[in-house]
């Protein structure tokens, strides 16, 4: 089982690095951006999304914990927004480091994200995943998810009382 644990300062810093790192990476591979500026331009889009840090109203970071072990085996990034007409939560980054991949870990924290929205009467969850990204894709449609024109979407059921 795994618990969404915030981030504190020194996990934000990490996560930070690997995300812009990563971001870069992937808009490289894909052929949007150049080698030479990719880092910056990560860098820039990262704090236009965060620009109060893990502050930032509307988002929330988490580490992703496994609950036998107390050992952080992820992280997970997820801003709520308004979309049409329709309360999303958008999930800008889910990450299982390598060697608890394949474990269940990241279907659990999507379960505990869904659960989560769900109980603040978010009506959907939204992402990209790179098409490149099989394994993720593969994740996604099996927990639910179905693709659209800006990515994958999953409807939130309503809670009832």
Same mark, same amino acid.
Not at 103 to 115: D, H, N, P, S
């Given at each position: 089982? &795994?618990?969404l644990?915030?981030m *504190?300062p020194?996990? $934000?810093?990490?996560?930070k690095?690997r &995300?812009?790192?990563?971001?870069?990476?992937e808009? /490289?591979?894909? @052929?949007d951006w =150049?080698?030479? *500026?990719?880092?910056?331009r990560?860098?820039r889009?990262?704090?236009n999304?965060?620009?109060?840090?893990?502050? +930032?109203?509307? %988002?929330?970071l988490w580490?992703i914990?496994d609950t036998?072990s107390?050992q952080? /085996?992820g =992280?997970?990034?997820? !801003?709520c927004r308004?979309r049409? +007409?329709k309360? =999303?939560?958008h999930?800008?980054d889910?990450?299982?480091?390598?060697?608890?991949?394949?474990?269940g870990?990241?279907?659990?924290?999507? !379960?505990q994200?869904?659960?989560?929205l769900q109980a !603040? @009467?978010? #009506?959907?969850?939204t992402?990209h &995943?790179f098409e490149?990204n &099989?394994?993720a894709r593969a994740l996604?449609q099996?927990l639910? $998810? %179905?693709v *659209? #024109? *800006?990515?994958? +979407?999953k +409807?939130?059921?309503?809670?009832?009382?």
């Amino acid at each position: 089982m &795994v618990e969404l644990k915030a981030m *504190d300062p020194h996990a $934000f810093t990490a996560f930070k690095k690997r &995300v812009i790192h990563q971001y870069a990476y992937e808009r /490289v591979r894909i @052929g949007d951006w =150049s080698p030479e *500026d990719a880092d910056l331009r990560a860098r820039r889009t990262f704090d236009n999304l965060l620009p109060e840090g893990a502050k +930032t109203p509307g %988002h929330y970071l988490w580490r992703i914990v496994d609950t036998r072990s107390a050992q952080e /085996v992820g =992280s997970m990034w997820v !801003q709520c927004r308004q979309r049409g +007409t329709k309360r =999303s939560g958008h999930l800008l980054d889910l990450f299982i480091e390598p060697p608890f991949r394949r474990k269940g870990y990241a279907r659990q924290a999507m !379960q505990q994200l869904e659960a989560h929205l769900q109980a !603040q @009467g978010i #009506e959907e969850i939204t992402l990209h &995943v790179f098409e490149h990204n &099989v394994a993720a894709r593969a994740l996604y449609q099996l927990l639910g $998810f %179905h693709v *659209d #024109e *800006d990515g994958m +979407t999953k +409807t939130i059921a309503r809670q009832t009382d």
